[in-house]
């Protein structure tokens, strides 16, 4: 059964900081991964999907990468902002079909 | 541009009862899902459907029953509702291009914040 862990669960940044969210996964067998955001009483926003043959996509300030042997992604911000604050999801897709395994989170709290 | 909307957002209840959450799509995606997001366990595939009148269990299926007879709506209905499907519910869709296009990203809606009392 596939797994997926993010660390860490919360993180604290001064507004222009860059930083790097984690992401890891037990299986390396996957179809793509999935960058999500969601905002508090919101529902999720993808910000980001890599294919399983490729090793990073990017748009604007965010940078992703994914290395499926080691089971790792990364998700890189540039020059934080406060509207940046929000909940990060990693999300990993199954061989078949379209479903997705999500991690539970990185709070992010970026302060002006 | 609606995109894909929830049905209702807030719904308390009591055990016992049935509900049903309601979930539309104006793009025409083959896929659509059901998860639930509960404090601990993040969020978790109740259902989902490849294309009308095909669905299939996810990880937490018991309890819930789902049905696709339209392209865009994907109806989660709790048969008996029981007090640990307290939870926000949230319907995706997304559609395929095959193994060549690769899987196209989900969109979600903005979920339904389910109490059962």
Redesign the interface.
């Given at each position: 059964k596939q797994e997926v862990t993010q660390i860490p669960a919360a993180l604290s940044v001064p507004e222009g900081e860059n930083l790097v969210l984690n992401c890891s996964f037990t299986d390396s067998a996957i179809?793509?991964l999935?960058w999500?955001r969601q905002d508090p009483g919101?529902?999720?926003?993808?910000l980001l999907?890599i294919?399983s043959s490729q090793r990073e996509q990017t748009s604007g300030r965010l940078n992703a990468s994914l290395d499926k042997s080691s089971g790792r992604s990364t998700l890189y911000i540039a020059a934080s902002q406060p509207g940046d604050s929000a909940t990060y999801?990693c999300?990993v897709?199954e061989t078949s079909?379209?479903?997705?395994?999500?991690?539970?989170?990185t709070q992010l709290t970026v302060n002006p | 541009d609606a995109g894909i909307t929830q049905s209702p957002r807030y719904k308390i209840t009591e055990t016992g009862r049935q509900v049903t959450l309601m979930c539309h799509q104006t793009w025409s995606h083959s896929?659509m899902?059901w998860?639930r997001q509960d404090l601990?366990?993040?969020?978790?595939?109740i259902y989902?459907s490849?294309a009308a009148d095909i669905t299939?269990k996810?990880e937490v299926p018991d309890g819930y029953v789902v049905s696709r007879s339209k392209t865009e709506n994907f109806p989660l209905t709790l048969e008996s509702a029981t007090r640990s499907q307290t939870s926000v519910y949230?319907c995706?869709s997304?559609e395929?291009r095959g193994i060549v296009g690769?899987?196209?990203?989900?969109?979600?809606?903005?979920?339904t914040r389910l109490s059962i009392l």
């Amino acid at each position: 059964k596939q797994e997926v862990t993010q660390i860490p669960a919360a993180l604290s940044v001064p507004e222009g900081e860059n930083l790097v969210l984690n992401c890891s996964f037990t299986d390396s067998a996957i179809y793509n991964l999935q960058w999500f955001r969601q905002d508090p009483g919101k529902g999720l926003t993808s910000l980001l999907l890599i294919q399983s043959s490729q090793r990073e996509q990017t748009s604007g300030r965010l940078n992703a990468s994914l290395d499926k042997s080691s089971g790792r992604s990364t998700l890189y911000i540039a020059a934080s902002q406060p509207g940046d604050s929000a909940t990060y999801l990693c999300a990993v897709g199954e061989t078949s079909g379209s479903r997705l395994t999500f991690g539970e989170g990185t709070q992010l709290t970026v302060n002006p | 541009d609606a995109g894909i909307t929830q049905s209702p957002r807030y719904k308390i209840t009591e055990t016992g009862r049935q509900v049903t959450l309601m979930c539309h799509q104006t793009w025409s995606h083959s896929y659509m899902f059901w998860y639930r997001q509960d404090l601990g366990h993040g969020l978790r595939l109740i259902y989902y459907s490849a294309a009308a009148d095909i669905t299939d269990k996810g990880e937490v299926p018991d309890g819930y029953v789902v049905s696709r007879s339209k392209t865009e709506n994907f109806p989660l209905t709790l048969e008996s509702a029981t007090r640990s499907q307290t939870s926000v519910y949230f319907c995706a869709s997304s559609e395929s291009r095959g193994i060549v296009g690769g899987n196209q990203p989900q969109h979600f809606g903005d979920g339904t914040r389910l109490s059962i009392l």
